[in-house]
């Protein structure tokens, strides 16, 4: 199989077309069996439940070539679970998360061409969505959904190397106690932009959102979780009901313990206790980890000892060796990664 003529290094992180797509319509109550399809447009009613009252959810994963030159993919099985969640809370129909990882595994297959070599950094993001294709005017859930898987090459996360963000706490919030924010639907995207284009123009990174009940504990940004590393080596995370469950923070915590023998809590941060902590991370599949020197707290610099040049230590140590494990030159433990 010949790859396409891309320049890996410098891609950024758009949307280029490739192709094949996986496409699965849910009619009558049941989903057929679902096509590769050369057709990257979606033609739907101009009152399909989609456009009007937002019922769609996604996930985001990513193919890649290991050091031995197989292609494989992290953990699908837990995207497939977590997008069974997600439907569930949006009144949609469930795809099996099995037919989910088959459908994954398809579309990657299909676009092998566009899979980046091992050592560029590029990865082929996938990315399965789900939405409401039927007319809907009434406020109710749609009767007929569409799957679809695609594909996209983007380039290498760190490019130009690491450098640390700085973050502000947000004066907005990103979900409610009980609302929608541990599911990956696109509606918790929208009402985040304004956030992030107002952080962006008041020179941060991203924004750290807190609970919206107390507005005292930390929660996570728009789109990845937190890790911090307090000064005698433990690895915390936040706990909350309203944070997106991610995989990757969840391999973290599981890498930290068994790989790293590194203690590790889940449980309530304080935006008080930030100070305490030596190290901060973002988790997210896009970066694995992105090191986090400053959290800028209305005006008051909360810096940690990592700096802003480089990633702290255990961040270090976490990001190696998760990345090692996707690569294939450090041994995964079983059912993480997956062959196409
Ligand atoms: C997708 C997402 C993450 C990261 O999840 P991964 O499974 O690690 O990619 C974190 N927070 C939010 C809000 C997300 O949508």
């Known amino acids: 199989m010949d790859k396409k003529n891309i320049d890996w290094a410098n891609l950024g992180f758009g949307y280029i077309h490739t192709d094949y797509r996986f496409v699965s319509n ?17 033609v739907i009613s101009e009152c399909a439940g989609v456009l009007q009252y937002a019922q769609t959810i996604f996930e985001g994963m990513k193919a890649y070539t290991t050091a031995d030159g197989r292609i494989v993919t992290f953990r699908p099985d837990l995207n497939g679970e977590r997008m069974e969640q997600s439907a569930a809370r ?25 899979v980046p070599p091992y050592g560029s950094g590029a990865t082929l993001y996938v990315r399965p969505y789900m939405f409401g294709s039927n007319p809907v005017i009434g406020v109710k859930p749609a009767e007929e959904y569409q799957f679809r898987v695609f594909t996209t090459p983007v380039g290498p996360y760190f490019k130009g190397g690491v450098k640390p963000l700085t973050i502000r706490i947000s004066d907005f919030d990103r979900a409610a106690p009980n609302g929608t924010g541990h599911i990956k639907a696109g509606l918790n995207y929208a009402m985040s932009l304004h956030a992030i284009v107002d952080a962006h123009n008041q020179g941060f990174d991203e924004n750290m959102y807190l609970d919206a009940g107390t507005r005292t504990k930390v929660e996570e940004t728009g789109g990845a979780n937190f890790l911090f590393v307090t000064k005698d080596g433990k690895v915390v995370t936040p706990k909350s009901s309203s944070i997106l469950p991610s995989i990757t923070r969840r391999s973290l915590m599981q890498v930290a313990r068994e790989y790293l023998d590194l203690e590790t809590e889940e449980r309530e941060v304080y935006a008080e206790e930030l100070e305490s902590f030596a ?9 694995v980890i992105s090191p986090v020197g400053k959290v800028v707290d209305h005006g008051k610099e909360i810096c940690f000892a990592s700096g802003m040049t480089e990633m702290g230590p255990v961040t270090k140590k976490l990001y190696e060796t998760l990345t090692g494990i996707q690569m294939g030159t450090i041994k995964a433990p079983e059912g993480w990664v997956v062959e196409v």
């Not at 849910?26 to 979606?42: M, P, Y």
């Not at 088959?102 to 566009?114: G, M, S």
């Not at 190290?279 to 599949?285: I, K, M, P, Y």
Request: glycine fraction near 8%; proline fraction near 4%.
């Open 279 to 287: 190290e901060c991370g973002l988790c997210g599949t896009a970066a």
């Open 26 to 42: 849910f009619k009558n109550g049941a989903w057929d069996e679902g096509v590769l399809t050369e057709d990257a447009n979606v």
């Open 90 to 114: 949006l009144e949609m129909p469930v795809f099996p998360k099995d037919k989910f990882v088959e459908a994954v595994l398809k579309t990657i297959k299909a676009n092998e061409a566009y």
